[in-house]
């Protein structure tokens, strides 16, 4: 099951959304703000995380910027904690299943979270007049 981790008001948040709803594709929900992190989901943010915490942090974010050089002294479990207690820390949205991550919205690499058999550029670019296999399956879906 793919988890999305949201923000209100985050743009690429309704971007994905809009996306998975468009391509039946199931997803959990999970607002940062709303719900309280478990470590259990940083940890595997980081697993497939290519960067580590690089990869998951806003640097811009305004407690960031507040607890910089605090944040670089921390070992992995008060970085950790640190994301739980401050959650806006995190970039957003965040996409996550067993085996990927994709941090933010990104119009070709949101792709990856298709089903296999409906991710080949013939489908993803076919003409909409054309016979397409996953238009297909989604029209069998939406009935």
């Known amino acids: 099951m ?3 981790f ?3 008001s985050c743009l690429g948040c309704g971007k994905v959304k809009k996306y998975f ?3 039946n594709i199931q997803f959990e929900e999970k607002s940062i703000i709303n719900h309280k ?3 259990e989901d940083i940890y595997k943010m980081l697993v497939h995380s290519e960067n ?3 990869d998951i942090i ?3 974010s305004k407690v960031f910027q507040e607890k910089k050089s605090h944040i670089e002294d921390m070992n992995l479990n008060q970085l950790i904690d640190f994301i739980i207690e401050n959650p806006t820390v995190l970039k957003r949205p965040i996409i996550l299943n067993d085996y990927e991550l994709q941090v933010g919205y990104n119009d070709e690499d949101i792709t990856m979270f298709l089903p296999e058999e ?3 550029d013939e489908c993803l670019f076919c003409v909409p007049e054309e016979d397409c296999e996953y238009r297909k399956h989604l029209e069998i879906v939406d009935d």
């Open 2 to 4: 793919i988890k999305l």
């Open 6 to 8: 949201t923000a209100p």
């Open 21 to 23: 709803k468009e391509h």
């Open 37 to 39: 992190l478990r470590r």
């Open 52 to 54: 580590g915490f690089d």
């Open 58 to 60: 806003s640097t811009r």
């Open 118 to 120: 409906y991710r080949n």
